[in-house]
């Protein structure tokens, strides 16, 4: 059974800085995998999706990675701003149609 | 180019009602999924609908909750005599399917069911 973590659950930086969210998952055998950004109360935005062929997205100043042999994919957000405070969550596509999501991280870019 | 969408956006209703949440998928899609998100937990898969077909209800309640798509219409979640348990937000995704769109799900802005 897929499980997907994410760590940290919550982080609160400065604005301006470089972060970096991480994203865990425990069977390999994945299809694809998709970064989402949730506001609170709102719906849920597909900020990049990564195929199994693939090690990089990039979009604007997001870079996703993923190293589909240890299970791991990460987020890294370049000069971050306060508009980007909102919960970040991991999904992965099995072998199944169906999502299996993280819990999130929670983002908080301080002016 | 509209996505998905889903209404009500918020819904409430007392203990013993019935609940209908409805979702348009983006046009064109024919696969529509179905999430549901619990207060502090994640998104969980509830069920995987293809026009008039359901393919996976894995993750689908065994009593009280159904999801339909008709050949014509939104898909439909119907939950019958609701309990406080099933207040969450409820989210709806769609995809072309096939090798279309590379495997990659539209979320709608979802519904938030209150039972009081």
């Known amino acids: 059974k897929q499980e997907v973590t994410q760590i940290p659950a919550a982080l609160s930086v400065p604005e301006g800085e470089n972060l970096v969210l991480n994203c865990s998952f425990t069977?390999?055998?994945?299809?694809?995998l998709q970064w989402f950004r949730q506001d609170p109360g709102k719906g849920l935005t597909s900020l990049l999706l990564?195929?199994?062929?693939?090690r990089e997205q990039t979009s604007g100043r997001l870079n996703a990675s993923l190293d589909k042999s240890s299970g791991r994919s990460t987020l890294y957000i370049a000069a971050s701003q306060p508009g980007d405070s909102a919960t970040y969550l991991c999904?992965?596509?099995?072998?199944?149609?169906?999502?299996?999501f993280g819990k999130g991280t929670k983002l908080t870019v301080n002016p | 180019n509209a996505g998905v969408m889903q209404n009500p956006r918020h819904l409430v209703r007392r203990r013993g009602q019935e609940a209908r949440l409805r979702c348009s998928p983006v046009?064109?899609?024919?696969?529509v999924y179905w999430y549901r998100q619990l207060p502090e937990e994640g998104l969980k898969f509830m069920v995987y609908?293809?026009?008039?077909?359901?393919?996976?209800e894995s993750g689908m309640p065994k009593e009280r909750f159904s999801a339909e798509f008709p050949k014509e219409g939104p898909s439909i979640l119907r939950i019958q005599q609701v309990v406080r348990g099933d207040s969450a937000a409820y989210f709806c995704?769609?995809?072309?399917?096939?090798?279309?769109?590379?495997?990659?799900?539209?979320f709608g802005p979802g519904t938030r069911l209150t039972v009081t």
């Open positions: 995704a769609s995809s072309p399917g096939g090798q279309q769109g590379r495997g990659e799900q539209y």
């Open positions: 069977d390999s055998a994945i299809y694809n």
């Open positions: 990564i195929q199994s062929s693939q």
């Open positions: 999904a992965v596509k099995g072998g199944s149609e169906k999502l299996v």
């Open positions: 046009k064109g899609h024919s696969h």
């Open positions: 609908l293809q026009k008039e077909n359901i393919i996976d």
